[in-house]
C-alpha cells in the first residue's frame, strides 16, 4: 500500500493563540511506504497549553524523521511509538515542575506501513475510519460532569503531562485501497457530520488534496461558529 497526508490546523473564530499542533508526514523504507500523522490539543484550562501540544509535535517528528528502516516488523514499530509518546510524558511532567507552569495535551495518531494501521489517543481528540462506513476508532477519554436535557458536560479524563501513570488507548488492524483517517481535534468533531468525513476522504491522489479537503472541512465547521482551535489530518491509502 501507499499512503499519503496532509492537514491544517486553524485557531478558529474568536481564540486568540492556536493550542493545537499537527503533524503528518510519509516516506519509504525498505521498500513500503510508511506514514504518521497526529493531532495535539494543548488543554484549554491550562494557561500554557500551547507548550505541551508542541513539545508532543516536535518530539514525533524526531522520533519518525529519526527511522531509516522497516523491514516489516509493524509490531516493533509501533512499540517504538507507544515508548516515545511515555517519554514525551515524563519530560512534559518534568518541565512543568522545573518550569512552574501549567500545561498538558491530548493526543490522537495513525501510524500506517504495508497493510498494517496501528491508532492511539489520550484524551479526546479523536480518530475517525471511513472505509464505505465511518467509524470512530479512538475512545474519548471523558467524564460527565453535569447533564441537563440534551446538555452535557465533560471534562477529561486524562491527558499528556498531567500524570505518570496514562494509559494510552489503541488498536490496530489491516486496510484496504481506498480507505481513510480523519484525525481532529474536538473543535473539528462538535460539528461534522458522517456524510461530510466521507466527503473529505474522496478524490485524494497527494497531500495537497488531503490539505483540500481538511481546509473544508474546518471552513463548514467555522461557519458553524464553533469557537475552539479546529485541527484536521487526512491520512489516505491509495492502494499498491
Do not use: P
Not at 527511522?67 to 510524558?89: H, P, R, V, W
Not at 496501528?118 to 475510519?129: C, E, K, T
Not at 480523519?182 to 466527503?199: M, N, W
Amino acid at each position: 500500500m501507499t499512503y499519503c497526508c496532509g492537514g491544517i490546523s486553524d485557531i478558529g473564530n474568536f481564540r486568540e493563540n492556536n493550542e493545537d499542533s499537527i503533524y503528518w508526514a510519509e516516506k519509504t523504507l525498505g521498500g513500503y511506504s510508511v506514514c504518521f500523522a497526529s493531532v495535539c490539543d494543548g488543554i484549554g484550562g491550562m494557561k500554557d497549553g500551547e507548550i505541551a501540544s508542541g513539545m508532543i509535535s516536535d518530539a514525533l517528528a524526531v522520533w519518525f524523521g529519526a527511522l531509516e528502516d522497516y523491514s516489516g516488523d509493524f509490531t516493533a514499530l509501533c512499540n517504538s511509538l507507544l515508548q516515545m509518546i511515555y517519554k514525551i510524558n515524563t519530560a512534559i511532567i518534568e518541565k512543568t515542575q522545573v518550569e512552574d507552569i501549567q500545561t498538558g495535551s491530548t493526543i490522537a495518531a495513525v501510524l500506517a506501513a504495508g497493510d498494517d494501521y496501528f491508532a492511539l489517543n489520550v484524551g479526546d481528540s479523536r480518530i475517525y475510519h471511513i472505509s464505505g462506513n465511518v467509524s470512530q476508532i479512538s475512545k474519548d477519554d471523558v467524564v460527565i460532569v453535569n447533564s441537563s436535557g440534551n446538555a452535557v458536560k465533560t471534562k477529561l479524563s486524562q491527558c499528556i503531562g498531567n500524570d505518570t501513570n496514562i494509559y494510552i488507548n489503541t488498536v490496530s488492524d489491516k486496510v484496504s485501497g481506498g480507505d481513510a483517517f480523519v484525525i481532529c481535534s474536538d473543535g473539528l468533531y462538535k460539528h461534522i457530520t458522517d456524510s461530510r468525513l466521507r466527503a473529505a476522504s474522496r478524490w485524494i491522489k497527494n497531500e495537497k488534496c488531503c490539505k483540500r479537503n481538511a481546509a473544508a472541512m474546518i471552513s463548514y465547521v467555522k461557519k458553524k461558529g464553533e469557537r475552539d482551535n479546529i485541527s484536521a489530518v487526512i491520512v489516505k491509502c491509495i492502494g499498491r
